[in-house]
């Protein structure tokens, strides 16, 4: 079965010889998301981004539940979540990455 955004989802590279590990797409929150898989000190960081829908609540801000941190914001029309075991300053760091 094949499947499809509705929209296209910017690749992101951190250096020259950084690109995400794994590139797929997901359901979240009703929501289909690109997902966008990193590595940083052997953890892996999730980064899904979708479309900016004015009916959403906003959930932009950041916290921890079990030992996983998240760090969601909006840029232009797209939603951005980063979550990972990393700490909240590494997720600070690559949101600053991506920003750029």
Same mark, same amino acid.
């Given at each position: 079965? #094949?499947?499809s955004? *509705?929209?296209?989802?910017?690749? !992101?590279?951190l250096s020259?010889?950084s690109?995400s590990?794994? &590139?797929?797409?997901?359901?979240?929150?009703?929501?289909n998301?690109? #997902?966008?898989?990193y *590595?940083?000190r052997?953890?892996? !960081?999730?980064l899904f981004?979708?479309?900016?829908?004015?009916? &959403?609540?906003?959930l932009t801000g950041?916290?921890?539940h079990?030992?996983?941190?998240?760090l969601r914001?909006?840029?232009?029309?797209?939603?951005?979540c980063?979550t990972?075991?990393?700490?909240?300053?590494?997720?600070?760091e690559l949101?600053?990455?991506?920003?750029?």
């Amino acid at each position: 079965m #094949a499947s499809s955004t *509705s929209f296209l989802p910017c690749l !992101i590279f951190l250096s020259k010889d950084s690109r995400s590990s794994v &590139e797929r797409l997901d359901i979240i929150d009703s929501h289909n998301v690109a #997902a966008l898989v990193y *590595s940083r000190r052997k953890h892996f !960081i999730n980064l899904f981004v979708w479309p900016y829908q004015e009916k &959403e609540t906003d959930l932009t801000g950041s916290g921890s539940h079990q030992g996983y941190n998240w760090l969601r914001w909006q840029s232009g029309e797209m939603q951005f979540c980063l979550t990972s075991d990393v700490s909240a300053t590494d997720l600070r760091e690559l949101k600053g990455l991506i920003r750029q």
